[in-house]
């Protein structure tokens, strides 16, 4: 699996869209989702305009994943959604879910020790 070097940075009024995504799926199906989503994320989205970052979460119960992304904005991340070659793999992860919840969220505090 191959991890990109630039890390996501959350603070307060960045200029970006952050989704967060959360799947809901039968435990063993969680590694296939997650490596779904990273595939997809390599291979597709991350060449999309307007693609910041994407980081993919797994449960440890192995019920849930999460997808937190940021995009440069809502029109980018609205873009993305009517790619045809995104839409693929959107329908995949579909798929393998029981559920999924995509929300443009914006970032209301941030706190670090």
Do not use: K
Request: net charge negative.
């Amino acid at each position: 699996m191959r991890r990109n070097s630039m890390a996501t940075t959350i603070t307060l009024n960045a200029p970006v869209a952050t989704l967060i995504n959360v799947f809901t799926v039968q435990s063993s199906r969680q590694r296939e989702l997650v490596e779904l989503l990273t595939t997809a994320t390599e291979e597709v989205m991350r060449h999309r305009p307007g693609f910041v970052a994407a980081n993919i979460h797994a449960s440890t119960d192995g019920t849930r994943v999460l997808n937190y992304a940021q995009w440069g904005s809502a029109a980018d991340f609205e873009a993305m959604l009517a790619d045809p070659e995104a839409q693929v793999h959107m329908r995949q992860a579909a798929a393998i879910a029981d559920h999924y919840d995509p929300h443009l969220y914006t970032v209301e505090s941030v706190h670090h020790q």
